[in-house]
């Protein structure tokens, strides 16, 4: 069985400070691992993925994220926050197991971000 | 290219009714997925389908059906309503399985059970 754990539900920023939000999972076999984004009124945009290639990965909107395998772990950072980074944000696994389209999300994070 | 197309948006519907969700996948895409994201929680999912049959379900009752069309579109029925079950529907597609994980999510349908 896999899972997500995402510390923290909300996570306040400054515009132009460092956004870190945590994503730890759980998964007998390699996982496959997603940071998704959400708007107010609007379905998931993916942000990025890891499929088992370089641990560091660089998304969307200057967003990436490291595999650390030891630490499972996969968190979501940028530099630099903007006004429109503020939404709610799902890390989900997958594996082959467990087909790789069948996501399970964590709880979500809402990032909000003031001026 | 239209992305993943769900109707109706919102949908008011009381105890005991049933409801059916409508969902067009990406183009070129052929395996629809759909979730469950109540208030304040992350999606779950409910079932995917692939080839007009169901290919994997997750922990929900079978008041939850799903059909397939041979055009890849997709229907989610849910029968005899609860309250619980007002939360937003999630439709998402991904081509063959989606073997690189990766899926494309519509807008969502609300659903509110009164």
């Known amino acids: 069985a896999q899972s997500v754990t995402q510390l923290g539900s909300h996570v306040s920023v400054s515009e132009g400070a460092l956004v870190l939000l945590r994503c730890n999972y759980s998964?007998?076999?390699?996982?496959?691992l997603f940071w998704y984004v959400q708007y107010p009124n609007q379905g998931l945009q993916l942000l990025l993925k890891?499929?088992?290639?370089?641990?560091l990965v660089k998304g969307i909107n200057g967003f990436e994220a490291e595999f650390k395998k030891s630490e499972t772990s996969f968190h979501l950072t940028k530099p630099s926050a903007h006004m429109s980074d503020a939404a709610e944000y799902f890390c989900?696994?997958?594996?082959?197991?467990?087909?790789?389209?069948?996501?399970?999300f964590g709880k979500g994070t809402m990032l909000l971000v003031s001026p | 290219d239209a992305g993943v197309t769900q109707s109706p948006t919102h949908l008011i519907k009381t105890r005991g009714q049933q409801v059916t969700l409508r969902c067009s996948p990406k183009?070129?895409?052929?395996?629809v997925s759909w979730y469950q994201q109540a208030l304040g929680q992350g999606p779950q999912f409910i079932f995917q389908?692939?080839?007009?049959?169901?290919?994997q379900r997750g922990n929900f009752p079978d008041r939850f059906s799903g059909h397939q069309f041979p055009n890849y579109s997709s229907e989610l029925n849910v029968n005899a309503l609860l309250l619980g079950d007002s939360a937003l529907y999630l439709c998402?597609?991904?081509?063959?399985?989606?073997?690189?994980?990766?899926?494309?999510f519509g807008e969502g349908s609300r659903l509110t059970v009164l």
């Open positions: 998402a597609s991904s081509h063959q399985g989606g073997a690189n994980g990766e899926l494309f």
């Open positions: 998964s007998s076999v390699p996982p496959y």
């Open positions: 890891y499929t088992s290639a370089a641990t």
């Open positions: 989900a696994v997958s594996d082959y197991e467990s087909g790789y389209s069948t996501l399970t």
């Open positions: 183009s070129g895409h052929d395996t």
């Open positions: 389908y692939y080839e007009e049959e169901e290919r």
